[in-house]
């Protein structure tokens, strides 16, 4: 019996053989043995029909686009910004006399040497003046002369002891007769007084003069014991008065049960 060899390979056949695959006969002419026809993928060199890029267009165009946004989306962000710095210039040449025909760094320095005016006269105003502060306070010392008319009650008052008191808390009625009573059960008598008023607040600063200079730190300790203890009755009335409380409007328009403890 006679046996026939084949020969296996396992790779891809060459261009030649290819190519005499290509030009194998008809599918009516072959061999039971034939190999069937592989069409070999188009040369370079071969008109395409269809032209594929590796890269599609769109997503270059979409970068432009963003690219041309932000360009105008900063462009109007700049604008707006110069209109601002614009705006407060022109307020701050109404503040500022003569400054229609300064620049810039001049303006602004201009305005720099306004506001430490104003800051100086601010400060010596402050001073000037008295301003009730947000808390209950109390303060002794010894006066010193500082302008005319003290130094004029100190040579009136040459044996006696001059006293600053400066007492802050709330505006109520009952603050002048509490300061009364402190005062004359001291002895001592107010030469001059500054007082203010702000938002339910009053500061006085109390210029006393007293007989007794014998020992002054006592009558200094028990001045500022007196009057904190005027100033916590003041605080503790005022706590009181702001508890709800019946009114007559209030009777008339509730009910009997209401207002029945």
């Known amino acids: 019996m006679h046996m026939e060899s084949y020969h296996y390979s396992s790779g891809w ?3 030649t053989n290819m190519a005499q695959c290509n030009s194998a006969p008809n599918s009516d002419q072959l061999s039971p043995f034939s190999v069937p026809t592989i069409q070999t993928p188009p040369l370079a060199s071969d008109p395409p029909s269809l032209q594929f890029t590796e890269f599609p267009l769109w997503p270059a165009s979409i970068a432009e686009d963003r690219v041309a946004s932000a360009s105008k989306s900063h462009s109007q962000a700049e604008k707006r910004r110069r209109d601002r710095i614009n705006a407060q210039l022109a307020t701050l040449r109404k503040l500022i006399p003569k400054s229609d025909k300064m620049d810039k760094a001049a303006l602004l320095g201009s305005v720099v040497d306004h506001v430490k005016d104003l800051r100086r006269k601010a400060m010596c105003v402050s001073k000037a003046i008295t301003v009730p502060s947000e808390t209950d306070e109390v303060t002794i010392d010894f006066h010193e002369a500082e302008d005319e008319s003290y130094k004029k009650v100190k040579k009136k008052l040459k044996e006696k002891m001059i006293i ?4 802050c808390c709330d505006d109520r009625p009952e603050v002048f007769p509490e300061l009364i009573q402190v005062l004359k059960g001291l002895r001592l008598t107010a030469v001059k007084a500054d007082i203010a008023s702000v938002g339910g607040r009053i500061k006085s600063i109390l ?3 007293s007989k007794d200079s014998e020992d002054n730190s006592v009558c200094l300790t028990t001045l500022k014991q007196s009057l904190k203890s005027a100033v916590n009755k003041i605080s503790s009335l005022s706590v ?5 409380t019946r009114s007559k409007r209030q009777r008339f328009f509730f009910p009997s049960h209401y207002l029945q403890p």
Do not use: I, M
């Open 13 to 15: 056949p060459l261009a």
């Open 164 to 167: 600053k008191a400066s007492v």
């Open 207 to 209: 210029v006393l003069c």
């Open 240 to 244: 009181a008065t702001n508890c709800p």
